[in-house]
Every structure is written in C-alpha cells, then in structure tokens.
C-alpha cells in the first residue's frame, strides 16, 4: 500500500507541475509571500493541509487523510473543496449569447434560463484555449467559470474579442467575481447536506441547472455540477461568507463530509474520465481530438460561427487524426509523454495523465492514439521508460463500469454507486497489462457488476421505420390499436429474450408513436380494451415478424409496458434539441406522469448532454425517486430503468460516431 500511494502522489505531483506550462516559474520558483491565498487559508492550515503551490496560489493539496483515502470518501460519502482559485465572471447585455457564441462551441443560444453546459474556448486553428462551464442565467446574463492556471489567457482573449465586438454596436460587458468565493461539494451526502443550509427545494434542481439562492444566509450561485464524477454542486458565495459556509456543510455532515485537497481531486477527475487542461487538453488539440464532440451543439454543427469551426467541422465530417483514449496498467503508473507504440515499434501516440486509482485499485491513464489504431482489439504497448507494457487483444472486462464507445450499463454497484463523467473515447483492449479503452471509465472496483452492453448504431433518420431491418409494415402505424400491438410485442419480447437489440426495438416503436403524436394513456385504453375483450396477441420471433404462438394480455404487463413508454416519451421531451418531430399538439403523458419521472430522465439527459455520462448511480436515481414520490423502487428496477433513459437517448440523440 506504500508503494502505491507513493505512486499515486508522485504522479499526481508530475500532473499538476504540467497543468498550466506557462505558469511553471510563477507557481515553483515564487517565493511563498508571491502566492495568492484562498479566504480559507488559515483554515485549510489549521484543519491539517498540506499547501502546495498551485497556479500562482497556494493550496491545500491534502489533509490529515490521505490523497487514496479522500478520494475513497469522497465516492462514499463526499468532499468539500475549495476552488476559489478558479475564475468565475458574468458577461450580461442583450448581445452576450451572440458574443460567447463567436468564443466557443456550445449552442449557447439553445440553453433554457437557468441551465448550462460543458464547452471550449477554441482558437482560429480549432485548438482548445480552455474549457468551461458555462450557464444562460437569463437570456442577456451568461455565468461562466474558468480555470485558475488559464486565467490571464483566457480574460485576455475574452477581452480583446470583446472590444472588436463592441466597437461594432455590440451590447456586451463583464464582471469578473473576484469578489466571490468558490466551494465545490461533491458526493452522495452533497444533496442532503446542503439541503440543511437552505430553503429551496435541492431535489428540484437537475444536473446542470443553476439558482441564485439563499444559502446558509449569504446569497449564492448553485449549479449543480462538478469535476469529480460525483453528484454535487459548485457554490459562488461572497468572500465574506465562505469560512461560515464550509464549517456549516461540515458540521451538518457530522464529519462524513471532509475537506478534500487537490491530490484527491485530480485521482477522482482522472477516475471519471475528465479532461485536465495543460496535459489532456492544450491550444493544439480540438474538442473532437478530444472526445468533446458532444459538447458541440447541433445547430453550431451546422452553422458554424465559432473560432476554429471550418476545421473543426472538417474533423466531424472526415474524423481527426488522434483520438483520446484510457488505459489500466500494471507495475509502475504510465508517466506523463511516455510513448505508445504498435506492435512493431512504431509511435502511434503518447499517454497525458496517469496515476493509481484509489477506487479500482489498479493504474490508470489517458493519452492521445492515432485514429484507426484506438478500436477494439488493436495491440499495442507502452514504453515507459525502460518498461514496456504490451497491451492485449479484446477479453472479458469485469473490471471497468463504463466505456463509450460501446456504453456498459450496469445493474449492480460494488459498493457506494456513483454518477461517472465521462467523455467519448476510441477503444483499445489487452487481458494482461494494460487495457487501452473506447472512452474513459468509471474507474472503481466493479468486478462483481453484471454489465449490458447497449450497441451504438445510430437508428434510421427516417422514424417510421423498424431499426435494423425488423419484418414490419406501415400498417403498424396506421392506427392506434396497431401502434399500441406492435409496442407491447416488442416489450414483451425484451421480458422474453432480454434487451440489446430486442430493447432497441422497442425504443424506435417507442419514438414512432411519439412522432405520430400518440399519448401513453391513449395507448393504455387500447390495450386494456383489448385485455377485456380477450383478444390474444402473436408472439414475435427474436429477428421480427410474428409466430403463430398467442396470448392473452394481463394488466400487469400493460402497466410496465405503458410505463416504458411513458419514460421514453419523457425522455424525449429531455433532449435539449428535439430531434423528434411531434405531429399533434398533446402532451405525451399525463402532468401526474411527467412531474413522476421528469427529475429521474433529466438527470440522466443532462448527465449525457452535458457530461457525456454514460452512467449514473442507483443510489442517485433512488434519491430522486425518494425525493418526488416517498420511496424507492429495488436497485435492479432502477438500473433497468436508467438502461431505458441512456439507451433512449443513443437512439434519438447520439453523441458519438461510430468508428
């Protein structure tokens, strides 16, 4: 365990010394009384950390714990980390949506009040200059945070497009909050914990979502969010209040909640599969280099107007030249620019980040491979130093939650479960040493998950068709009876033969009805009409088409398959660009149903959308359930119903190309 905590912090040391390359003299060779300092410096001092110097501040990089016990805790219960180092500021004016949308490559327009996303500051070459969160407070305030170690860079290029912008009638200012405090809580306990601080309601507010509100009697900024792969939220508090606010989250959390350093958040952001700038990120590397094509929103796919987009979307048309993508490893962690070679010892790459994973128990590590040597089955190896590392052919992964490139939903947690942040990432395997996977996982210790795997073809464009090829005629949507049959054979098929292909099946008869404007209660009339008149229904065979096999419909079976889809319907409703035309003006569900389930799809949207998660936590999902009906259907029920959500959205809304 020594050895491998050393490792873990020697990497750790190694990662954050590269994060900002520019800043390198500032933030190691400055004097101590050079370094800015954190509202909660004495505090981080007096409860036990070890303060580092970290772009230009100095900050608590561990406690009294350590670095692998943290971030254990952290899954567990959660961690408090002060982030004020981070720069938060708001651009408001009538102009500001068309401005930021010059800078970066989210669909900033499309953004409801009150929402945000992930995005990237590109440059004219289509590099990323930084990523971000960024949030449509109103439709002329937008509220943005970017890193610490990017800070002068960033405000300078904002500031320099700004004035260009203004200087020909564009209504736009800013206001950098240095006045403000940053705190991220991150965890399962985040939600009930902060819940104690505040009035409003916490379980109302959804991934991504944002509120200004009193907390714990200062006024605040929420979004809930975070860079850990946790459920959890970032609080902008004034300066003046943020010692009284971390003492209060800690004291209502009766010590599960623990102040955590950066050495932990940087093992948890590289367990889920997170982007630092400065080693996985930089000026020369696109967002779909860097598996962030999802964060480039649809309409900017096809209009463009942002620094960089003519090789951006060239990218999206032709696909990149590197692709990101993860490792496990055995023996020392892969270093930082250690080389990746084929199988004759030629370069096709170079790892970005590597260290000891405190939850899977195992290395960890990302880097860049060249497009066409990142699919599934590809061989190849590490040279790290004097070690060369070989990785394996395609084998059994019962170690790794969640790839996705292929999306491994899962039905069972370990332990504590956990929502992964995730970004799409080509795949490559090995049995023995290392593992060079399709997109960054979950990194926790998962070999007792039962795992499903959910294929990523992309359903036909044209909706009022059968996916991949399936015997079926226009006349199953020629009336509501039929729509109603050929949705509950298809789900009874899922219960007979289970899902795959059988559950993709049932998603595009799904969204059909959806398109044609049915109502799940209207199909429900139709099958219970059919119950009580005895009518039999034929069995499908497994590849379409029907046997001459009947039977008789039960209630049972109505209720769940309604409920399906109703969950699609809703789901649909979640995407934040309808890709469904709807061809009737009545709602899809019922507000009873809506205000049921609305909170459970759109964690899972926005986890997708905004993330690229290609899973969320049971225990999440039942809290919410909890939070809106009083209890919590079991673990499995929950799991097969976030396998409905995701599986939904790769259908009507997918975010990664197949390779």
């Known amino acids: 365990m020594r050895g491998s905590l050393w ?11 590269q994060a900002d390359k520019k800043a390198v003299a500032r933030r190691y060779f400055a004097s ?28 608590p990089i561990q406690y ?13 219960n959660g961690g408090l980390f002060d982030v004020s180092h981070m720069c938060g500021l708001s651009l408001k004016g009538k102009d500001s949506v068309s401005f930021l949308e010059k800078l970066v490559i989210a669909d900033v327009a499309g953004l409801a009040p009150g929402t945000g996303t992930l995005t990237v500051f590109t440059n004219e070459k289509g590099g990323a200059i930084d990523d971000s969160v960024i949030t449509k407070v109103k439709d002329d305030h937008i509220y943005l945070v970017v890193n610490a170690g990017c800070r002068d860079k960033d405000l300078a290029h904002i500031e320099e497009h700004m004035k260009a912008f203004k200087a020909k009638g564009g209504d736009v200012s800013w206001h950098i909050h240095d006045e403000r405090s940053l ?5 399962p306990l985040a939600a009930p914990v902060l819940q104690h601080l505040t009035k409003d309601d916490l379980s109302k507010i959804y991934f991504g979502e944002f509120r200004i509100l009193d907390i714990n009697g200062a006024t605040c900024f929420l979004t809930r969010t975070g860079y850990t792969g946790e459920d959890g939220f970032e609080i902008s508090v004034p300066s003046e209040n943020a010692l009284d606010l971390a003492k209060a989250i800690l004291e209502k959390s009766e010590g599960k909640v623990r102040l955590t350093g950066l050495g ?63 490792f496990t490893s055995t023996g020392p962690p892969p270093r930082s620019h250690s080389e990746i070679q084929d199988e004759k010892g030629n370069n096709i790459g170079e790892i970005t980040s590597g260290g000891f994973s405190p939850c899977l128990k195992k290395n960890i590590a990302m880097g860049y491979v060249k ?6 089955g590809t061989k190849a190896k590490i040279l790290d130093g004097s070690m060369m590392l070989v990785v394996n052919p395609p084998g059994t992964i019962n170690q790794i939650q969640t790839f996705l490139g292929n999306t491994l939903l899962h039905s069972k947690l370990p332990c504590v479960s956990k929502p992964a942040i995730h970004h799409s990432l080509p795949e490559i395997h090995s049995n023995n040493v290392v593992h060079i996977h399709s997109s960054l996982p979950s990194w926790k210790d998962s070999s007792k998950l039962t795992t499903y795997l959910v294929s990523h073809r992309v359903a036909p464009k044209r909706w009022l068709c059968q996916s991949r090829g399936s015997a079926s005629s226009d006349d199953e949507y020629r009336s509501s009876r039929n729509i109603a049959i050929s949705l509950f054979r298809r789900y009874r098929n899922v219960i007979d033969r289970g899902g795959g292909d059988n559950l993709k099946e049932f ?35 497994s590849y379409g088409g029907s046997t001459s096999v009947k039977s008789k419909i039960c209630a049972e079976e109505v209720n769940e398959c309604i409920l399906w889809l109703s969950i699609i319907f809703i789901t649909i409703l979640c995407t934040p660009q309808p890709t469904i035309v709807r061809w009737s003006s009545t709602p899809p569900v019922s507000d009873d149903v809506l205000h049921q389930w609305k909170g ?13 998660m290609a899973w969320l936590p049971v225990k999440t999902l039942q809290l919410e359930q909890m939070a809106v009906v009083g209890c919590a259907e079991e673990p499995s029920v929950v799991a097969s119903r976030m396998r409905l959500v995701f599986s939904t959205l790769e259908v009507v809304s997918p975010q990664w190309p197949r390779v």
């Open 7 to 17: 490792q873990l912090g020697q990497s750790i040391t190694r990662r954050l010394s």
């Open 32 to 59: 101590e009384a050079d370094l800015k300092k954190t509202v909660l410096f004495d505090f981080h001092v007096a409860h036990g950390g070890k303060m580092v110097p970290f772009a230009g501040w100095s900050m």
């Open 64 to 76: 009294k714990d350590s670095i692998m016990d943290s971030t254990v805790n952290c899954r567990e």
């Open 183 to 187: 705190l991220a809580l991150q965890g």
């Open 264 to 326: 932990a958040r940087d093992s948890l952001r590289l367990e889920a599969g997170l982007c630092l700038y400065g080693n996985d990120m930089e000026q020369h590397i696109s967002p779909v280099e860097a598996g962030l094509t999802w964060a480039i929103g649809k309409r900017r796919r096809a209009e463009g107007g942002f620094l960089g987009a003519e090789v951006i979307l060239k990218q999206l048309a032709e696909g990149p030249s590197i692709r990101r993508v993860g």
């Open 371 to 376: 497009s066409g040597l990142h699919k599934a």
């Open 507 to 541: 998603i595009s008869a799904g969204v059909n009805a959806y398109a044609l404007g049915c109502t799940d209660e209207g199909l429900r009339k139709e099958l219970i009409a059919m119950k009580e008149s005895g009518i039999e229904i034929n069995v499908m065979h």
């Open 600 to 612: 459970f799809c759109a964690l899972i949207a926005n986890a997708y959308f905004i993330r690229g």
